[in-house]
C-alpha cells in the first residue's frame, strides 16, 4: 500500500495532499514547484483564439468567463516561500508552448486539457528553476518580484501521473480540494510501522508480505529463491517444506534498511509543523497537517473550498462532489441534482467494495499464478538438470557403441593383418626351401661337371639330368609373384557417421510417433477368467502420447481385435474365456500417428471357475452372507439370484450345498441369461434353463414346460451338482454324486451364468472351483 501514499513529485509519503481535476494526488508544496507560469505574450491574444487554444474549440464558438484573475494569490502565502516562487518563475519564455496547457474555467469544462509532457525531466513535468533574484536585492524582494509578476498573469499545474494540465482559478492552489481523508490513511500508516512524527526512536522491523492480517505480523523467515518475507502462519500455508518448496532456502529475515532522506523529510516534529515558517508567510491552506499536534490522532474533516467555514452536507449528483448548504442557495449548484452526502457516502462505499472484490480475485489470481511461475522455475531448474542427465547418457551411449563398434573393426583390422602375415611367412618359408634345394642341386652338379671319368659321369647324368629338370619345373609361373598385397582392402566409410554427428541436434516442436511401450510383467496377471495387463513407456522418451491402443486375441490363435483404447496404462478386460490362452500387445499413438507394436505376452485363464452369488444382480428379497456363498430368501415365493461368472467356452462344474430344507419347498437349480426373470420361479421364462426338486422328485424346465420327472429329491445336507459342458452343449444334473435323469438340455449356446431360485424355507451354499468330476453315477431313470 506504500506506494499508494507516495507523491509522484517527491516519492515521499504525502504532505497536505491536495486533489486535481483528474482526481490524482499530489503534495502542496510538490504542487507549489510545477505550477507553470502562462506567458505574457499568451494573455494578449484574442479571447476567442484563448478559448480555441485552451480547450480545443473553433475559434468563433461562445466565450468562457475570462482568465484575467490573480493567480498568485494562494502562492505567496506559502510557509516555502522560496520553493513557492521558484516553481512559478522563469516559464515566460515559453512561449506557444504552453498554450495547451490553458483551461478555461466554468461549469461545464472538465478543468484539465491534454498536455505532451516535457523530456526534460523524469516523470515528464516541468519543474522550473528558482527566479534568479536581481544583483543587490535580497532573498525576500525576489520572492516578491515573483509574486507580483504572477500577479498579472494566469498560472496551471500538469498531473505528474496522467500529464493533463488544468489552469488555476483567483484562488490558485486553494482552489483544488485538501484531500483530508488521505491524510488520515498516511497518518495511521505511519503509525503502524512506527514513523509517526516525533517517534524517531522507533524501532523499524521487517513484516511478512502475504499476511491479511491488520497489521502484518512481523517476518519470521525469508526464502532466498522466492526473496519473500513470511511470518510463521504463512510460512506453513503458503511456503511448506515439502514438495517444490523443499529445496528452499530460509533464512532469518535482515535487518530493514534506514529510512531515506525524502522519509525522514516528509515526517516533520511536531515542534516545527504548526510554527510560522521562515519566509515570513501565512499558515498553508487548510491549517496544520497532519501529526501537528505531535502524533495526536485528532482528524479534521475537510470543508467547503469556496465557503471555507462550511462543512459538507449535501452531495452534487451533476459535479459528482460534495458541496455545503451555501453552495446550494448561492453557489453554481443551485440548480443541480444533489443527493444526501450520507446516502451517496454509503452508495459509493458498496460500488468500492463490489469493485475491490473483482481486484481481490484477480489479486488471487495473480498469488496463485505466482506460485505457479515460482513452481515453473523450480520445474525448470529440475528438468534442466534431467535434460542434461539425458543429453549426458545419450552421449555416453553413443561413445559407447562407437567404442564397440571401434574394438569390432579393430578386431577386423588385426585378423586381416594376422592373414596377410602369415600368408608371406608361409611363402618365405616355401620359397627358401626351394632355393636350399636348388643351390644344393646345383653346387652338386657343378662338381660332377669337373669330374673327367666319363663313364662315372654318364652312369648318373641320366638322374642328374631329370633332377635339373623338374627342380627348374617347381619355379612355375607365379611361384616368384607374392600371394598378398601390402594394402589392406579395407576402407571406413565414417562420412555419413560424422555428417549425422555434425547434425546431431535437439528435435524441437516437431512430434514423432511414439516408441514402442514396455509390458510390466510383473503386474500382467489372470483370476479366474479375466487378465490384467500393465505397461509403460520407456524411459528418456521425448515423444507425447496421447493414449494407448490394447489388443487381444479371441484366445484360439485368431485374429487380434481392440479391447481398450485410452491414457491409462493398466487395463483388465473380464469376461474372456476360462481354460484359454490369450495373446495380448499394446501400441502407442499421437497426434504425428500410432508407434510400433509391443512384445506379445501371453496370459491363460483358470482352468476352473471361481465365483460368489451376486449381490447386485439377485433379487432385493435374496439374503447373502458367507462373503456372497450362501443364500436364502426373506419371501415364501421364489426369487432368483446369479453368479459373479459367465459362461461361454469350456466344461464347468459347481455344486450346491442344502444347508437348510424346510415344508418341502421347490428350489430351483441351473443357468441362466443376465436378463431372467428375478421374481418368480428359474425356468418358467425362455432365459433360463433349470431342475426344481422337492424332496422326492425332480423336474427339469425351460419357458414353463415341465419334462423328465425323475424320483429323488433333496433334503438338509444334500448336495445338487450342476455339469455345463458348453464343449457338447449339454447340461446336466447331479443329487449327491447321481445323475439326476438324463441329460436335462441339449443345443445349449451363448453366454450363461449360474442361477438359483429358492424361498424363505430354503437355506444352501455354493462351493465352485471345482474340477469336473470322472466318477459320477450312472443316471436314474425318469419316471416319464
Known sequence: MEEELKCPVCGSLFREPIILPCSHNVCLPCARTIAVQTPD????????????????????????????????????????????????????????????????????????????????????????????????????AARGAACSSLSSSSSSITCPQCHRSASLDHRGLRGFQRNRLLEAIVQRYQQGRGAVPGASAAVAVAICQLCDRTPPEPAATLCEQCDVLYCSACQLKCHPSRGPFAKHRLVQPPPPPPPTPAEAASAPTGATQGAPSGGGGCKSPGGTGAGASGGSTTRKFPTCPEHEMENYSMYCVSCRTPVCYLCLEEGRHTKHEVKPLGAMWKQHK???????????????????????????????????????????????????????QKAKLLTKVTK??????????????????????????????????????????????????KRVQVSQEQWVKGALEPKVSAEFDLTLDSEPLLQAIHQLDFIQMKCRVPPVPLLQLEKCCTRNNSVTLAWRMPPFTHSPVDGYILELDDGAGGQFREVYVGKETLCTIDGLHFNSTYNARVKAFNSSGVGPYSKTVVLQTSDVAWFTFDPNSGHRDIILSNDNQTATCSSYDDRVVLGTAAFSKGVHYWELHVDRYDNHPDPAFGVARASVVKDMMLGKDDKAWAMYVDNNRSWFMHCNSHTNRTEGGVCKGATVGVLLDLNKHTLTFFINGQQQGPTAFSQVDGVFMPALSLNRNVQVTLHTGLEVPTNLGQPKLSGN
Not at 508552448?97 to 526534460?120: F, N, R
Not at 458498496?350 to 488471487?364: E, F, I
Not at 600368408?423 to 652338379?445: A, F, P
Request: glycine share 12%; charged share 20%.
Open 41 to 140: 505574450g499568451e494573455q494578449h491574444l484574442p479571447q476567442p483564439l484563448l478559448l480555441s487554444r485552451s480547450s480545443g474549440l473553433p475559434a468563433g464558438a461562445a466565450a468562457a468567463p475570462s482568465l484575467e484573475h490573480d493567480a498568485a494569490a494562494g502562492l505567496a502565502c506559502s510557509g516555502a516561500g522560496g520553493s513557492a516562487a521558484g516553481g512559478l518563475g522563469g516559464g515566460a519564455g515559453g512561449g506557444g508552448d504552453h498554450a495547451d496547457k490553458l483551461s478555461l474555467y466554468s461549469e461545464t469544462d472538465s478543468g484539465y486539457g491534454s498536455y505532451t509532457p516535457s523530456l526534460k525531466s523524469p516523470n515528464g513535468v516541468r519543474v522550473l528553476p528558482m527566479v534568479p533574484a536581481p544583483p543587490g536585492s535580497s532573498a525576500a
Open 416 to 465: 586381416e593383418r594376422e592373414h596377410k602375415l602369415k600368408m608371406v611367412w608361409d611363402q618365405i618359408n616355401h620359397c627358401t626351401l626351394k632355393l636350399r634345394q636348388s643351390t644344393g642341386l646345383m653346387e652338386y652338379c657343378l662338381e660332377v661337371i669337373k669330374e673327367n671319368d666319363p663313364a662315372g659321369f654318364l652312369q648318373i647324368s641320366d638322374a642328374l639330368i
Open 350 to 404: 458498496a460500488q468500492l467494495s463490489q469493485a475491490l472484490n473483482g481486484v481481490s480475485d484477480k489479486a488471487k489470481e495473480a498469488k496463485e499464478f505466482l506460485v505457479q511461475l515460482k513452481n515453473i522455475l523450480q520445474q525448470v531448474q529440475e528438468n534442466g538438470l534431467d535434460y542434461e542427465a539425458c543429453l549426458v547418457a545419450q552421449c555416453d551411449a553413443l561413445v559407447d557403441a562407437l567404442t564397440r
